[in-house]
């Protein structure tokens, strides 16, 4: 009996190796995103907490210092912004990312359940062809002792 060959194997190949793919520059968006997140957190501690200290030092007074303190919180605060939009690029880009690898799978999966569909059917064929043979061979033998039964008959007659 021929051995089952799914004639979509190739596509299917490709379809898992392009799911792995798209795994893996999601695996890569998603360290990005969670150092960027960190490094968010980092930057809003460093300036929040500069905020509390200026807040102490504004008793005392010092006028130059009060102007660097100043041009520093808005630094962080700028840089806070920044790292906000690229966390939000992330986000999206993580959500663009996660949804294609699901479309990916999706996709593999549908070639899988043909796959599986064609082994059963495939399966099915061969047992129905192998019945058919055993059916023959049974038909055979039945016909062969009827025959030799029949013989075996008239010779007795005589």
């Known amino acids: ?6 004639n979509l194997q190739k596509v299917l190949n490709y379809r898992e190796n392009v ?7 999601l695996a890569a ?18 300036r929040d907490m500069f905020h509390e200290t200026i807040k102490r030092e504004l008793a ?4 130059e ?16 912004d920044a790292q906000l939009i690229t966390v939000r690029k992330l ?3 993580k959500e663009e990312k996660t949804a294609e690898v699901l479309r990916a799978s999706q996709d593999r999966k549908i070639l899988e359940k ?4 064609k082994v059963a059917e495939h399966k099915q064929k061969t047992l129905r062809e192998e019945q058919k043979f055993l ?22 007659e005589s």
Do not use: C, W
């Open 1 to 6: 009996m021929k051995s089952f060959r799914f």
């Open 19 to 25: 799911e792995e793919i798209l795994l893996a520059e």
């Open 29 to 46: 968006i998603r360290a990005a995103y969670d150092r960027e997140l960190s490094r968010l957190s980092e930057i809003t501690a460093a």
């Open 60 to 63: 005392y007074g010092d006028p």
């Open 65 to 80: 210092y009060i102007r660097r303190a100043y041009h520093y919180l808005q630094d962080l605060s700028r840089q806070v």
């Open 91 to 93: 986000a999206i880009e």
């Open 114 to 117: 043909l796959r599986e569909y």
């Open 135 to 156: 059916d023959e061979i049974a038909g055979i033998k039945h016909r062969k002792k009827q025959t030799t039964e029949k013989f075996q008959g008239v010779g007795n």
